[in-house]
């Protein structure tokens, strides 16, 4: 009977080497300790003892210790994997709003859409408030309308009776432009500019 456990003992500890596999020396240690304590079992029992509990108890030590070293075949199978790896997960991104300009929350940009217009009506009423108009519109939209903002102003300078500027600005602006209805009007104007 001895030799028909030892042999499941040995199916057993194979079994459990397969599954995972421990360093040698452990698997060693561990079978060398099933062997010492088998054959320390049937040396002291006597050969002639009929009683079957020595018997038994010899078998509970075997399935004990076969137990113990499927115990420790696993625990250093584990014990020497690598750990899973795991990828990180990103924080996720918050988006947050621009900064408000206090000055563009406060005061509403002034609109250059009709200022032209009304530098325009201006220049017979007030020709003095027409030409802050069209100052404050070079500013505020320097590429908007430049040749009509150009021809506005000599003409407003016409009505304040700056004629010296107005023909300063008249010829700068004819040597400049080639659009002709605003090269007609500064033609019209009080520069008596030529052609």
Do not use: N, Y
Not at 49 to 60: C, E, I, W
Not at 106 to 116: E, H, N, W
Request: hydrophobic share 50%; net charge negative.
């Amino acid at each position: 009977m001895d030799d028909e456990l030892s042999e499941r003992a040995r199916k057993l500890v194979e079994l459990a080497m397969a599954q995972d596999l421990p360093p040698v020396s452990v698997v060693e240690d561990s079978w060398g300790m099933v062997v010492s304590r088998v054959t320390a079992d049937t040396e002291r029992a006597p050969a002639s003892v009929a009683d079957p509990r020595p018997a038994r108890r010899g078998a509970l030590r075997i399935g004990f210790a076969v137990a113990v070293v499927a115990a420790i075949a696993v625990v250093a199978g584990l014990a020497l994997r690598p750990p899973p790896v795991v990828a990180p997960v990103p924080a996720p991104v918050r988006a947050t709003p621009p900064p408000l300009d206090v000055a563009e929350t406060t005061a509403p940009k002034p609109s250059t859409a009709g200022m032209l217009d009304d530098a325009e009506a201006a220049v017979a009423i007030s020709p003095a408030r027409a030409l802050e108009l069209v100052d404050r519109h070079a500013e505020l939209a320097p590429t908007s309308e430049p040749e009509r903002r150009m021809v506005l102003r000599i003409e407003v300078l016409c009505a304040l009776d700056r004629a010296e500027e107005a023909r300063a600005e008249a010829t700068a602006f004819l040597a400049e432009s080639r659009a002709e209805p605003w090269r007609a009007r500064v033609r019209a104007s009080c520069t008596g500019a030529a052609p």
